[in-house]
């Protein structure tokens, strides 16, 4: 099993850097270029899920995200600190909510697996996993 | 990460050309051009994906606010794509229903 951590500041910037880092990684085990896109897509979303959460509440809080290649598939995890997100926004217009709608709409179209839930030591947790 | 904006003016319509990725990083940049183009009196709006690269559910986002912006004063918006991985995005989140999509700047301005 090879296992790669990869933690970033909760700021939206950042955010690109992990697509980037997971896209490669995704290559590396012999993805194709359209799951390749796809991965990007879903990290891209559980990354922004976990920096929104973050930015009004702990900021300072890293988000983490974790690949691990096993035989037969690839497990993500991304997680942060903020505060839960499936739940309803009240950004301007209901930006939060209507945003968080179509991510998870998303993150469950684009990989195998999609997981969201709370974490014990608080924020929130998804869990993508593709099969290989 | 840079995010281009052009802006041209096709008859009535504005036709914003973006280029890059549209992510929860660069959205707000394509956002305050949609709002600035609306409050100056644009209300038939066109926007250009074909030179985008990625685009995530902050983007989409934009282009719902957009649309409703421009909608509250009569107006369009239509977009301009045909790459599939793009196209992709919009089916999943059912905005395909939602956006007239249409292959060439000349066929969104036509209408």
Known sequence: MTQVEIEIPSRSVFVGVVRLALASLARSVGLSEESVDDLKIAVGEACANAVIAAEETS??????VNWKQEPERVVIEIGGRGRPYAQDGDGPEGDFAAR?????????SLVDSCEVAARPE???CARLVINL | MELGIDVSKVDSHAVVTVAGEIDVYTAPKLREKLIELVSEGTYDVVVDLEKVDFLDSTGL????????????????LALVCTQDKILKIFKITGLTKVF???SSVDEATAG
């Open chain 2, 100 to 102: 007239p999509i249409h």
């Open chain 1, 100 to 108: 968080m709608r179509m991510s998870l709409d998303l993150l469950e």
């Open chain 1, 59 to 64: 900021p300072e809080t890293p988000v983490s």
């Open chain 2, 61 to 76: 986002g934009v282009l719902v606010g957009a649309l409703k912006r421009v909608k509250a004063h009569d107006g369009s």
């Open chain 1, 122 to 124: 608080g924020g929130m």
